[in-house]
Antibody, heavy 119, light 107 residues
Framework: EVQLVESGGGLVQPGGSLRLSCAAS????????MNWVRQAPGKGLAWVSY????????YYADSVKGRFTISRDNAKSSLYLQMNSLTAEDTGVYYC????????????WGQGILVTVSS | DIQMTQSPSSLSASVGDRVTITCRAS??????LNWYQQTPGKAPKLLIY???NLQSGVPSRFSGSGSGTDFTLTISSLQPEDFATYYC?????????FGPGTKVDVK
């Protein structure tokens, strides 16, 4: 069974940092491209970042470029999101999502982890 | 960047109704268009990928169509579990933007 489990969220002050992790199981993690998607409270979905299966190609939303860093450790079947210089606008639930093997969609999602940026 | 719009932003419907949601991209995206369903407190669920392909396990009452800039999600006969918010997303080029969502609630 495919599982994606996020961790590392919580309350952080403005300007602070957090590192989210996503532990993958039930599939060959090293073969799949991955994404982070977030959702502010009461708002819609917002794509955050993408990483190729090899880690060689990475994309970011403009809103996080220069502050967030996506990475992966295929040996540990884990995806990461290092978030620096956090602001209140970064508050929300963060999901890791697996991109389909063949197709543009995200076919498996984690349960989400809450990040709250507040003083 | 490609902008995605959806209409309507919300709709009220009854069980058994046929429901249609439209999504428009600000530039052509071929068929790199996905549809997701989200219920409160839950992660999104992929319904349709590449504009018209039904994701495994998704009921056949869901269908998608379109190409280029205009796309449609149709629920042929709304079921109680279908009251949710629906999002389109383009997978053509980064940033892989989502539409603002369409909330389907009970009439």
């Amino acid at each position: 069974e495919v599982q994606l489990v996020e961790s590392g969220g919580g309350l952080v002050q403005p300007g602070g940092s957090l590192r989210l992790s996503c532990a993958a199981s039930g599939f060959t993690f090293s073969s799949y491209e991955m994404n982070w998607v977030r959702q502010a409270p009461g708002k819609g979905l917002a794509w955050v970042s993408y990483i190729h299966s090899s880690g060689t190609t990475i994309y970011y939303a403009d809103s996080v470029k220069g502050r967030f860093t996506i990475s992966r450790d295929n040996a540990k079947s884990s995806l990461y999101l290092q978030m620096n210089s956090l602001t209140a606008e970064d508050t929300g639930v963060y999901y890791c999502a697996r991109k389909q093997w063949l197709g543009p969609g995200a076919d498996y999602w984690g349960q989400g982890i809450l990040v709250t940026v507040s003083s | 960047d490609i902008q995605m719009t959806q209409s309507p932003s919300s709709l009220s419907a009854s069980v058994g109704d046929r429901v249609t949601i439209t999504c428009r991209a600000s530039q052509t995206i071929s068929t790199y268009l996905n549809w997701y369903q989200q219920t409160p407190g839950k992660a999104p669920k992929l319904l349709i990928y590449a504009a018209s392909n039904l994701q495994s396990g998704v009921p056949s009452r869901f269908s998608g169509s379109g190409s280029g800039t205009d796309f449609t999600l149709t629920i042929s006969s709304l079921q109680p579990e279908d009251f949710a918010t629906y999002y389109c997303q383009q997978g053509d080029s980064p940033p892989f933007t989502f539409g603002p969502g369409t909330k389907v609630d009970v009439k």
